[in-house]
């Protein structure tokens, strides 16, 4: 089974997207039909839905959405406000929502906050703890600079479970490898946390080759492993560089050949289905 544990979808006309301004190329609407023709043809029997925005009603769409899916979605990455005081009471409301037992994880747009040590705050810290006790997973979309308190998060609630999207976001475009590559090996050492294989051709820009987005993704393998890795399409942001065939393609030619068949299927299905606990279909 082929699990793309990353995309998303949004429809900037029904909700607004400010960030979308800056990229005009995807200001449209992206819905689940759309998202089966990109990855059906891949064999992708099953995907994680990611939220887009610090939204509680996109939440409670993407939950409907999933429900409706018949198992196409199997899990829903949403948002709730972890400085909240009762947010183990919000994430048991959303648990009670049509379709809240596919939400499987939390996440936050973290470089959007102007402290880059956001993650270490308190209330921060209450509030992914509170995640954890809901056995949700916590999904960390971070960049370089956010690593450090990344770092210091994971190592203090050793039992919520961390996703890390995107490999934390490396600086691809200019070819720089550090402090990246030191952080991700301290990030690596703490056993709950995994790692998307996700996002990497929008990092290295329109301009990518196989050959840049190789020592990134060699660096991810090595430092997580086979068994703490996992496929993800971030479609549709993916477009901005590439098409969906191309980044799935590019998965299975930077993997191929470093791992057995049966690391391969971990990478592209088992680890996702056993980190996000998903029920999907088959």
Known sequence: ?????????????????????????????????????????????????????????????????????????????????????????????????????????????????????????????????AVGAAGLV??????????????????????VRFVLDHGAKPDMATGSTQPWTKLIEELSRRPNVTCKLSGLVTEAGPVWSQAKIAPYAGHLLEAFGPNRLMFGSDWPVCLLAASYAEVFGLARALLTGLLSQSELDAVFGTNASLVYDLHPPH
Not at 13 to 31: C, E, G
Not at 51 to 56: C, E, G, I, Y
Not at 138 to 159: E, F, G, M, S
């Open 1 to 129: 089974m082929i699990v793309d544990a990353h995309h998303h979808l949004w429809d900037p006309v029904a909700t607004r997207h400010d960030w979308l301004a800056d990229v005009p190329a995807l200001q449209r609407r992206f819905d689940l039909a759309d998202f089966q023709q990109a990855s059906a043809p891949h064999g992708v029997d099953a995907s994680v839905l990611v939220q887009v925005l610090n939204s509680t009603p996109e939440t409670e769409e993407f939950l409907q959405i999933a429900a409706a899916s018949t198992g196409r979605i199997a899990g829903v990455v949403g948002w709730a406000d972890l400085t909240d005081p009762g947010i183990a009471d919000e994430l048991a409301r959303l648990k009670e929502q049509p379709g809240g037992s596919l939400l499987v994880g939390i996440r936050h747009l973290v470089p959007d906050e102007p402290d880059v040590n956001w993650l270490a705050r308190p209330d921060v810290q209450r509030g992914l703890a």
């Open 138 to 159: 916590y999904d960390l979309l971070v960049r370089p600079q956010h690593l450090t308190a990344a770092i210091k998060i994971t190592a203090a609630l050793p039992n």
